[in-house]
């Protein structure tokens, strides 16, 4: 597993990339609080820069994959944010391995399986890039990874072309079993009802993959827990309004 380790303080934060990016999603994040924590990102197997694995892909696995690199790193008890994919397995620890986290950050994620109606489109666009590249999937992947305000804005060209070169770069294999790992996972929100830990969860008003009505069954289900709207931000709101994300954050942790 591909992991970056920057900053120094007391207290480590642990960030969990989306499906189809890697941890340079949280650039701005680490920016922003390496000099008071220690900030860690990492791959998700078959994604960026870690190794592409013959299986393994699906949700308890990369639960597993995730408690053992937190125990290896010597980051216990660490503040995990995880964002869509890296919130499933962010719950999951909450979940089954509460004591290696101190908090818990859920950016742009659902506790529900796959709805039903998403699963024939995401199949074929995942056959398409398996098969013909993914560069023939870009403008409707860039539609569900990002909200209309950042895909519109003229001033942003040249970053939404830097974040399309990136996922062009995804190796096909690696990046077709992780995509159906994500599609075929199993819903914890039965489970999740029984997390103690501090958990702010943050969703961009915009987000049409997870939408906003998701985080609020979250926010629902675990007691005590914090809802923030970010306008202007779609699924990748990490990206798309970093200053508010960080904001967000920050409040959250200085009130622990």
């Keep these: 597993m591909h992991y970056t380790d920057e900053g120094t303080g007391p207290e480590t934060l642990m960030f969990a990339h989306g499906l189809l990016w890697s941890g340079q999603m949280f650039e701005a994040q680490v920016n922003a609080f390496k000099d008071r924590y220690r900030c860690i990102t990492f791959d998700f197997r078959g994604q960026g820069q870690s190794e592409v694995t013959r299986d393994g892909y699906d949700m308890d696995t990369l639960y597993r994959d995730t408690a053992a690199l937190i125990e290896a790193l010597g980051c216990v008890p660490c503040h995990f944010a995880g964002l869509s994919m890296g919130g499933f397995i962010g719950m999951r620890l909450a979940v ?76 096909r294999i690696g990046i077709t079993r992780a995509v159906r790992g994500v599609v075929d996972r199993q819903g914890v929100y039965d489970e999740i009802g029984g997390i103690t830990i501090p958990a702010l969860i943050i969703v961009g008003e915009e987000d049409v993959a997870t939408v906003p009505g998701k985080a609020e069954r979250i926010q629902s289900q675990i007691v005590g827990s914090r809802l923030v709207r970010i306008p202007r931000a779609g699924h990748s709101s990490t990206i798309e309004e970093p200053e508010a994300v960080n904001a967000a954050i920050k409040e959250f942790l200085n009130n622990l």
């Design 96 to 171: 089954s391995r509460p004591e290696l986290l101190r908090s818990l950050i859920l950016l742009d994620t659902s506790a529900d399986p796959e709805p039903e109606e998403n699963v024939p489109r995401y199949n074929r666009l995942n056959f398409v890039a398996r098969w013909l590249g993914l560069r023939l999937v870009i403008s409707p992947v860039m539609r569900i990874m990002f909200g209309q305000t950042f895909l519109t804005d003229l001033n942003r060209a040249a970053q939404r072309e830097e974040w399309e070169k990136r996922l062009i770069a995804n190796h």
